[in-house]
């Protein structure tokens, strides 16, 4: 079995005491500056759902390439995945600010409104998380049920459903990016950009379970394996940030070109001398950093190393979610409030409450004698 260790029980104490006290912040905020709160936790809530089911799409992908990388990160990917059901809860919330936050909800969507509509929202919501909870817990399911034995019917069943997993991912991750980031603009749309989310969301699971597994002591420098390992995951890692910048170059190299009126708008609004500012910090901190970090051997091959990049990676994340989802509501520039930091307390506190409280429960530890690929 494996056990969460101290430094992970300390992490949940801390954790519900940032969660009351950003609850109070929120309440607060509600009566005195209600769009705000609203908006804060709009791009807060996304980062953190993110992280849920970035980690959801890596123990996925794992399971059908192989590689010892994936069991030295499983149990903080689990215990990410399995918080899915407290961040439908703290989602409830934003239910009450749709005016606030979307313009289709006062203004209508014209030819869109069939599917821009408040029923409609709701619904596909409720189907989203519907569908990703059910995923999620049949991974867990089938991997405690047997599937550690690389032969077994469970572990066949749970190859079976990573292929169907990825499907209903990659249709829902897209519409949800659609209704939740895109329509906060109600004139501007981008083909790619469903996939560009996913694969943040990909990226911040996948930092976040690294950094979290050295933290929490399942990856550490000296222990067995721990530099192949870490090789393996520094080079993933850098796999996902390419891709992110590669979709994000794409995105705006083919919008800027066009140079059409209602696409372009998108970009001058985040053009603004701050907002741009933003956007540099996150490329360098998101980007740069990783790949010149990563032409490192030694760097890579260091747990602690890794997860120090992995951490600056997650905070460029919450500034990329704040550049995307902001503007819409900040148009005189970047300017943090003090909202971000209450929704940030608040619904960060109880998902690491709830994501302490899982790793505190016995698990199963990885099988010795599962095969894993190996890699160069």
């Given at each position: 079995?494996?056990?969460?260790?101290?430094?992970?029980?300390?992490?949940?104490?801390?954790?519900?005491?940032?969660?009351f006290a950003g609850s109070a912040?929120?309440?607060?905020?509600?009566?005195?500056?209600?769009?705000?709160?609203?908006?804060?936790?709009?791009?807060?809530?996304?980062?953190?759902?993110?992280?849920?089911?970035?980690?959801?799409?890596?123990?996925?992908?794992?399971?059908?390439?192989?590689?010892?990388?994936?069991?030295?990160?499983?149990?903080?990917?689990?215990?990410?995945?399995?918080?899915?059901?407290?961040?439908?809860?703290?989602?409830?919330?934003?239910?009450?600010?749709?005016?606030?936050?979307?313009?289709?909800?006062?203004?209508?969507?014209?030819?869109?409104?069939?599917?821009?509509?408040?029923?409609?929202?709701?619904?596909?919501?409720?189907?989203?998380?519907?569908?990703?909870?059910?995923?999620?817990?049949?991974?867990?399911?089938?991997?405690?049920?047997?599937?550690?034995?690389a032969e077994s019917p469970p572990?066949?069943?749970?190859?079976?459903?990573?292929?169907?997993?990825?499907?209903?991912?990659?249709?829902?991750?897209?519409?949800?990016?659609?209704?939740?980031?895109?329509?906060?603009?109600?004139?501007?749309?981008?083909?790619?950009?469903?996939?560009?989310?996913?694969?943040?969301?990909?990226?911040?699971?996948?930092?976040?379970?690294?950094?979290?597994?050295?933290?929490?002591?399942?990856?550490?420098?000296?222990?067995?394996?721990?530099?192949?390992?870490?090789?393996?995951?520094?080079?993933?890692?850098?796999?996902?940030?390419?891709?992110?910048?590669?979709?994000?170059?794409?995105?705006?190299?083919?919008?800027?070109?066009?140079?059409?009126?209602?696409?372009?708008?998108?970009?001058?609004?985040?053009?603004?001398?701050?907002?741009?500012?933003?956007?540099?910090?996150?490329?360098?901190?998101?980007?740069?950093?990783?790949?010149?970090?990563?032409?490192?051997?030694?760097?890579?091959?260091?747990?602690?190393?890794?997860?120090?990049?992995?951490?600056?990676?997650?905070?460029?994340?919450?500034?990329?979610?704040?550049?995307?989802?902001?503007?819409?509501?900040?148009?005189?520039?970047?300017?943090?409030?003090?909202?971000?930091?209450?929704?940030?307390?608040?619904?960060?506190?109880?998902?690491?409450?709830r994501l302490s409280a899982i790793?505190?429960?016995?698990?199963?530890?990885?099988?010795?004698?599962?095969?894993?690929?190996?890699?160069?």
């Amino acid at each position: 079995m494996i056990r969460a260790g101290e430094s992970v029980l300390r992490l949940r104490r801390g954790a519900l005491a940032a969660a009351f006290a950003g609850s109070a912040l929120t309440a607060a905020a509600y009566w005195l500056d209600r769009p705000s709160i609203f908006q804060s936790w709009l791009f807060v809530w996304l980062f953190f759902l993110g992280i849920a089911l970035g980690s959801m799409v890596d123990i996925m992908i794992h399971e059908l390439t192989g590689g010892a990388w994936g069991f030295a990160v499983r149990p903080p990917a689990e215990a990410a995945m399995a918080t899915l059901p407290v961040l439908a809860l703290l989602g409830l919330p934003l239910a009450l600010g749709l005016g606030d936050l979307y313009p289709w909800v006062d203004r209508g969507a014209g030819p869109r409104r069939w599917y821009l509509n408040i029923a409609a929202f709701e619904i596909r919501a409720v189907v989203y998380f519907a569908l990703w909870i059910a995923v999620s817990s049949a991974l867990l399911h089938y991997w405690r049920a047997g599937a550690t034995n690389a032969e077994s019917p469970p572990r066949r069943a749970l190859r079976r459903l990573c292929v169907v997993g990825l499907l209903i991912y990659a249709v829902t991750a897209s519409l949800a990016a659609v209704d939740w980031i895109m329509s906060l603009s109600a004139n501007w749309y981008s083909t790619g950009f469903g996939l560009l989310i996913m694969v943040g969301q990909a990226m911040s699971g996948f930092a976040f379970t690294v950094a979290f597994a050295v933290f929490a002591g399942y990856l550490r420098d000296g222990s067995p394996n721990a530099a192949r390992n870490a090789q393996d995951l520094g080079n993933l890692l850098l796999t996902l940030v390419m891709l992110w910048a590669y979709l994000a170059f794409t995105q705006f190299l083919i919008i800027w070109a066009e140079d059409l009126p209602q696409d372009i708008g998108w970009y001058i609004l985040r053009a603004e001398p701050r907002w741009r500012a933003l956007a540099i910090v996150v490329l360098a901190l998101q980007f740069v950093l990783p790949v010149i970090a990563m032409l490192f051997r030694a760097f890579k091959r260091s747990p602690r190393r890794l997860a120090g990049l992995c951490a600056v990676v997650l905070v460029a994340h919450w500034g990329e979610l704040l550049w995307l989802v902001a503007p819409a509501a900040r148009p005189e520039g970047l300017a943090l409030r003090w909202t971000d930091l209450a929704a940030t307390l608040a619904i960060g506190g109880f998902w690491l409450a709830r994501l302490s409280a899982i790793l505190a429960q016995p698990r199963l530890a990885p099988s010795p004698d599962i095969p894993v690929a190996r890699h160069g």
